[in-house]
């Protein structure tokens, strides 16, 4: 037995709603026999960790929560919450417990650990080591970096979801700043204030979030949050006000333990999870994952649906709860038994008339995450029909250019379900019998069965096929790997393999004739891709 890591999240996180020290196990079976009995007659009254049937790294697992709480209480450190739990890894469970104190919370973690492995076998001068770390005066790294409720002075949104986060994040941050408001916003792109972009890169984690708080004077925080942040140091804040999930889809399957689509949901739930009671959670009621949500949330439900005839939203509805609705060909707001139309979706540009199925859902979660702010329902209709998917506004998300009577569509579709969308989306373009040709490919963080199913997807939906690699997204994947996955798959389809991303846009260029259409899977040369059309052809939306 040994352990993977001792982690500090300083947020709200996977094991509970507050900071958290998560201390790993792995152990084969039997390994829990190895618990010295001095340790166990000791500690046993806490919790009693051997009860048969469980396995060895729970039981050890349990056996370190139980000497935690005794050292804790036996050394005056204040531990309020202990949760222990198996993981999906196979042989792992973790012991995650509160803290308040930095390193001597870590220290705690660490004499708990060398006395259940028998490293060290005197409790009493374990407990005296806690004590000497608790009287250490804190130093300003000794605190959660979260920023507490008391701290936090501007309403805030938190989007979390698989697909359609930062299109979302852009578009509820455009409608504030189309009505005057002073907007800092968050996402895979970089942190934003106003029109600035002011942090470049992804900080959908709690660095990106303190950034915005940092911010004076802004009016809203509107902060995209990944399930990698979560995970890794838990959420930068204690609350939010209101709460958005757009779906969730298989994606970095197998990375930092998460194997299941219901534990990638219970991560992100976490998002839902710490909106304030008086404020909304807003859910999509057409994924029943995310419906589920609505169970363990303690704030009010706002549902969006793109489909006529949810009847989870129908029974919302009718009870008075709050819901917008893509139904009759506008965007519709059903709040405390009323309705009222807010927009056409024709008048919409980012859904091209409703054709772009995945923008429609964008759209309807924006929309209600601003009414649940407080934002007035013709302002927020007025912030729809101004943002369009163009380099300028949604950079590298659905934009769409026309030359030479072809179409050309630049997506970050970087998994299947984003994929499919896209391509779905480009098919609705085809002109005369032209054909859908498709430039795939993803980052090497994902496990061979879905680098497979991006291509098996492109050679059942598009005419033709071209294969790229990556250097900048390898990850821990060599050169070629991946599209030899690939390749076998797409199989007749192959057009063409290429060494990157923007080869594999002028391969696909050089192929088109009129009525094609291009759609390339772009997570990495959208600024040589996007320059290149905007100087050469003309975007739609």
Not at 133 to 142: F, K, T, V
Not at 316 to 337: M, Q
């Amino acid at each position: 037995m040994n352990v993977v890591e001792l982690r500090t999240l300083d947020g709200p996180n996977l094991f509970m709603l507050r900071p958290a020290i998560k201390l790993e196990v792995m152990a084969a079976a039997g390994d829990h026999t190895r618990i010295p009995a001095p340790i166990k007659d000791r500690f046993a009254n806490a919790v009693d960790w051997d009860q048969p049937g469980r396995s060895s790294a729970l039981r050890i697992a349990m056996a370190v929560a139980s000497v935690i709480s005794g050292l804790a209480r036996e050394s005056g450190m204040p531990v309020n919450s202990i949760v222990v739990r198996e993981l999906e890894e196979p042989g792992h469970a973790a012991v995650a417990y509160s803290w308040q104190r930095r390193h001597a919370s870590k220290v705690l973690g660490q004499i708990a650990w060398r006395l259940v492995s028998g490293e060290v076998d005197d409790v009493d001068t374990a407990i005296e080591e806690v004590r000497s770390a608790l009287a250490i005066p804190p130093g300003p790294d000794d605190v959660p970096e979260m920023i507490s409720d008391a701290d936090r002075t501007v309403p805030t949104i938190g989007i979390t979801g698989t697909n359609g986060k930062t299109t979302t994040t852009r578009l509820i941050a455009a409608i504030m700043r189309n009505a005057g408001f002073k907007v800092g916003w968050t996402s895979s792109a970089g942190v934003v204030i106003n029109e600035e972009m002011v942090l470049p890169g992804d900080y959908t984690g709690p660095s990106g979030a303190a950034r915005v708080f940092a911010e004076p004077d802004i009016d809203f925080a509107v902060l995209e949050t990944a399930r990698g942040g979560i995970l890794l140091r838990g959420i930068g804040y204690e609350h939010n006000d209101v709460s958005v999930m757009t779906n969730i889809s298989a994606d970095h399957m197998g990375l930092h333990g998460v194997h299941s689509l219901e534990a990638l949901t219970e991560v992100k739930a976490v998002v839902a999870r710490i909106t304030v009671p008086d404020g909304f959670a807003v859910l999509n009621a057409d994924d029943p994952r995310v419906l589920a949500v609505r169970d363990v949330i303690v704030s009010r439900p706002f549902l969006f649906s793109r489909s006529d005839g949810n009847e989870a939203v129908d029974s919302h509805i009718e009870a008075g709860g709050w819901a917008v609705v893509a139904r009759d060909g506008e965007i519709t707001w059903y709040h405390d038994g009323s309705r009222q139309a807010l927009v056409a979706l024709e008048q919409v540009p980012i859904t091209f008339g409703g054709r772009a199925q995945h923008m429609v859902e964008n759209a309807l979660a924006a929309t209600a995450a601003c009414l649940a702010i407080g934002m007035p329902a013709d302002t927020v209709a007025a912030g729809l029909r101004e943002f369009r998917n163009r380099a300028d506004q949604n950079r590298g998300r659905l934009n769409v250019y026309t030359m030479n009577q072809a179409t050309v569509v630049i997506d970050f579709a970087h998994n299947e379900a984003g994929l499919e969308s896209l391509l779905t989306f480009g098919r609705s373009f085809c002109r005369d019998g032209g054909r859908l040709l498709a430039v795939i490919g993803t980052a090497g963080d994902r496990d061979d069965d879905a680098i497979t199913g991006v291509g098996r997807l492109a050679a059942d939906l598009a005419d033709g096929v071209i294969i790229k690699d990556t250097d900048k997204y390898l990850r821990g994947r060599s050169t070629g790997e991946m599209p030899a996955l690939q390749r076998a798959v797409v199989g007749g389809r192959l057009l063409a393999e290429t060494a990157g991303e923007y080869e594999g846009f002028l391969v696909g260029m050089d192929l088109l004739t009129p009525g094609d259409v291009l759609a390339v899977m772009c997570i990495e040369d959208y600024d040589t891709i996007l320059p290149y059309l905007e100087q050469h052809a003309t975007a739609l939306s």
